[in-house]
Structure formats: C-alpha cells, structure tokens
C-alpha cells in the first residue's frame, strides 16, 4: 500500500468520523464549524508532519502534501470567517456533501502521490558525478508538419555529461530517441549510467510525437492526438499499404530530428561555437560550452526505446559516422522497403554498423514463432544480415519495462505494458549491457557478448 493511499485514508477517516458525528444527533451550527475547524487543522498537521517524513521528501510529493495542507488552510480560514453567522442545528445532509466533497478534493490533491512514486533512479557503477542542461535545435530547413503557421521544426536536446575538472577529457557521444507519445526522461537511468562512465548523452524529444515538450517560446508542446491514436491501434486489418505508408512518414520526422541533433552537436564541436541554429537559454550557456567542448564527435552511438529504437537503427544505416547502434525493443520500422502482393517487403543488404536489440518476452517469442512459421521480420532480418548483431531478451518482460516508467509509476506502467519481472531487475540488465556495448564498440574495450536470455 503507497503512502500516498494511507495519508488519504488517515484524512479520510477524519471526514467521516465528523459526518457520522454530526449525523448520529442534532448538532449546533456553532459545534460543527468548530468540529470541522479540528479536522481540517488535523489535515495540516498530518500534512506538515509527513512533509518532514522520508517519503514526503519524495519526488513530487512534497508538493502534493503543501498542496494538501494551503487546502485544507483556506477551508479552516473560511470556517473561522463563519464562525458567527446563523445558529440553530445544521443540516445533516449539508453535513454528509461537506464530507464528501472534502474528500474528494483530498483525493484530488493526493492523485500525484497515488500515480507517482519517489523514484529517483538506479544506482550508478561509474566514478563521474553527473550533470545535465539542455538547449533546443531549430531547423530551418523544416516546417513543422504538426504546426498551421508554417514554424521551423523545433527539437529540445537534453544532456547528461560527466563532472570533470580534465579540460583535455573527451567523451563518446551517445544519441537517445524516445518511444511514441514518450518523453526524453524515459530511460534515465540509462542516461546517467553511461554519463557516471565517461559518456555524454544528448537525449531528444520529438514535439508531438512526445506526450509532451517545450518549445522556443515556452510554450508545453503536447503529443498529437491522431498520432497517438493511430500508434495505439496500429494493426494489420489496416493494411499494408496504410501501414507502409505510416512508418515511411514517421521514420522520415524522427530520422530528420535525430540527424539534425547529430549534424549540430559534430559543427559546434568543430567550430567551437553554436550557430543560430542553438536556442540556448541564458541560465544554460556556459554549460553547453562545457558539454560541446568535452564530446568526442569521433564516436558516436546512437539508441533508442520502441520507435526510438527504430530511428536509431535507420540513421545507422543511413550515415558513415556512426560505430554503434542500440535499438531497446523497438520493431525496426526503416527496414520495410515497400509492399508486394500485399506484404510488407524487408531489406536484405548488410547492416554494417554493430547493432544490440532488446526484445521484451512476448515480443522475442512471438518472432521466433512467425519466423519459424515462414515470416519475414526487419528485426531478424537485419540481425542475420548485420556485420555484428546481438539480440537478448528478459524473461517476463513487458515493453515498458525497457524504460524507467514502471519505477516512477507502477500504474501508468501497468496501463502501457509492465510484466511479471521486477523492471528494476530489467534496467539493470540492460544498462548493464548498454555500457559494455558501447564500451566495447566506442571505447574499443574487450569483446563484447550478451546472452540470448536473462
């Protein structure tokens, strides 16, 4: 049980106790405005008390709880300003709605300590303490196909880099894509894992294409609505055509986010310097100048979660300069090349940069089913094809357990596709083996191998 559920219960229980109180016999006006002026003090107090708590110092919940006790102020300001209208007995249902409007407006302000949790990542294995900014590329050799006002195309990169005093330390550069309707924050534990090891991580989000983002003006960007719907109910009946047609204009959107994320990083590592194409915030200057002056643009990786994994591999084919690709249970959506009689077509050329897929448990099982049965998958088909392919999976996995959503949400992870398997058990796994890819294959430390299942 959360506790976010047993403070509402505990302030709860105040609520009906006072209804009951009021209901079992006749009560002044004048008693029950004092009754209800100790229960919303109560509600402070418990409020304050738990603020001071471990998991009130909890992501978010802190808020939730100061929240919770302004409101329950303004209610006891309001039973004082009250104190001396009308006497006579009060209404016992005017009693039973206070009550149960109060507790409604308690559950609402304790919904973030339901749906959140206090998750504050996984531990880190490397010696570097880790530091973030963040900065938004504007393209203007793009229009927005999501906007009406013809705007450049707009992508924040968020970076997560090594505390170093070293002014000559370079560092591999690794390229993060989220999933559909996700968000840059999805694995950031990954993120800053691979930062604690000598790594920066630019990770992206996609506007519209991400549940939400901000934009140049400040403006909250949220997830487009047919985007997401149609991603939610993708299937076959749709046909291949439609489905073709749908991945060749999503991979094309990201595929051009994530190049320009990489074409810019590379020029102001060169020149030493941001062009206009860089809103930097003024608060974020100097550390972009640190991140940019520190990334070693002679090695580059780039991964990705679902669609994001998707991105990854499809610049991985498309560029020269990339030496390793992740894609973290991601259905390789580039590889599809057209439709004959009424299939999906897939690429057979060499895949020839290293590439390491995750599958979650379903996913890894079902494919091996289809293709034993005669079908075609980009996924096995790029891993039989690449120069050095690797594919693992996690048993009783889901696909959100490939992110760190199920750690800060338990309920938002059920919703989207959490299994049996402790998620904490599959980040680890895979940052495990994240890190010793990229180490291998960026740092050139060891060879690397992975087991077909964990």
């Known amino acids: 049980m959360s506790m976010g559920f047993v403070l509402f219960l505990l302030t709860a229980a105040f609520e009906i106790?006072?209804?009951?109180?009021?209901?079992r016999k006749a009560t002044e006006k004048k008693t029950w405005r004092k009754n209800r002026l100790f229960v919303r003090l109560t509600e402070i107090v418990?409020?304050?008390?738990?603020?001071?708590?471990?998991?009130?110092?909890?992501?978010?919940?802190t808020g939730v709880l100061i929240t919770l006790a302004v409101l329950a102020?303004?209610?006891?300001?309001?039973?004082?300003?009250?104190?001396?209208?009308?006497?006579?007995?009060?209404?016992?249902?005017?009693?039973?709605?206070?009550?149960?409007?109060?507790?409604?407006?308690?559950?609402?302000?304790?919904?973030?300590?339901?749906?959140?949790?206090?998750?504050?990542g996984l531990p880190t294995s490397g010696a570097y303490a880790v530091r973030e900014t963040s900065a938004i590329l504007v393209d203007g050799t793009r229009t927005d196909p999501f906007e009406t006002d013809g705007s450049s195309?707009?992508?924040?990169?968020?970076?997560?880099?090594?505390?170093?005093?070293?002014?000559?330390?370079?560092?591999?550069?690794?390229?993060?894509?989220?999933?559909?309707?996700?968000?840059?924050?999805?694995?950031?534990?990954?993120?800053?894992?691979?930062?604690?090891?000598?790594?920066?991580?630019?990770?992206?989000?996609?506007?519209?294409?991400?549940?939400?983002?901000?934009?140049?003006?400040?403006?909250?960007?949220?997830?487009?609505?047919?985007?997401?719907?149609?991603?939610?109910?993708?299937?076959?009946?749709?046909?291949?055509?439609?489905?073709?047609?749908l991945y060749t204009?999503?991979?094309?959107?990201?595929?051009?986010?994530?190049?320009?994320?990489?074409?810019?990083?590379?020029?102001?590592?060169?020149?030493?310097?941001?062009?206009?194409?860089w809103f930097v915030?003024?608060?974020?200057?100097?550390?972009?100048?640190?991140?940019?002056?520190?990334?070693?643009?002679?090695?580059?990786?780039?991964?990705?979660?679902?669609?994001?994994?998707?991105?990854?591999?499809?610049?991985?084919?498309?560029?020269?300069?990339i030496d390793a690709v992740i894609d973290v249970d991601g259905t390789m959506l580039s590889e599809y090349t057209g439709v004959e009689n009424g299939a999906l077509t897939v690429r057979e050329d060499p895949y020839t940069v290293p590439v390491l897929a995750f599958d979650n448990w379903d996913s890894y099982n079902d494919m091996e089913e289809y293709v034993a049965q005669g079908g075609i998958h980009p996924n096995a088909v790029l891993l039989k094809n690449a120069s050095a392919g690797f594919q693992t999976t996690v048993r009783g996995s889901k696909h959100m357990d490939f992110?760190?959503?199920?750690?800060?949400?338990?309920?938002?992870?059920?919703?989207?596709?959490?299994?049996?398997?402790?998620t904490k058990e599959t980040m680890t796994i895979v940052n495990s083996l994240v890190l010793e890819f990229f180490n291998c294959y960026l740092r050139g430390e060891g060879v690397f191998t992975a087991n077909e299942t964990y």
Not at 153 to 181: D, I, M, Q, W
Not at 404 to 421: A, C, F, K, V
Request: glycine residues 8%; charged residues 20%.
């Open 17 to 23: 106790a006072l209804v009951v109180m009021t209901c």
């Open 46 to 61: 418990i409020a304050i008390v738990a603020i001071l708590l471990p998991f009130g110092q909890k992501w978010r919940l």
């Open 73 to 120: 102020f303004i209610v006891a300001l309001a039973i004082l300003c009250k104190r001396k209208k009308t006497e006579g007995d009060v209404r016992k249902g005017k009693a039973i709605a206070s009550g149960v409007m109060s507790i409604l407006l308690i559950g609402f302000a304790l919904v973030p300590a339901f749906v959140f949790t206090g998750y504050k």
């Open 153 to 245: 195309r707009e992508v924040p990169v968020h970076f997560y880099y090594p505390e170093t005093e070293n002014s000559t330390e370079r560092f591999p550069l690794v390229v993060f894509s989220h999933g559909a309707f996700g968000y840059y924050q999805s694995n950031t534990s990954t993120y800053m894992e691979l930062a604690s090891n000598g790594y920066v991580v630019a990770a992206l989000d996609h506007p519209h294409h991400a549940f939400f983002t901000k934009d140049t003006d400040g403006k909250t960007v949220i997830v487009d609505m047919d985007f997401m719907n149609t991603a939610l109910t993708l299937n076959e009946q749709m046909g291949s055509e439609k489905l073709y047609a």
């Open 249 to 277: 204009e999503w991979m094309a959107l990201r595929t051009a986010d994530m190049n320009l994320a990489v074409d810019a990083i590379k020029t102001a590592v060169t020149t030493g310097a941001t062009d206009a194409s």
């Open 281 to 321: 915030p003024e608060k974020n200057g100097e550390a972009i100048r640190t991140v940019l002056s520190m990334t070693d643009i002679e090695r580059i990786g780039l991964m990705g979660h679902s669609m994001g994994g998707a991105t990854a591999v499809a610049l991985g084919r498309e560029r020269d300069d």
């Open 403 to 422: 992110t760190d959503l199920p750690l800060l949400s338990p309920i938002l992870g059920n919703m989207l596709g959490s299994g049996e398997r402790d």
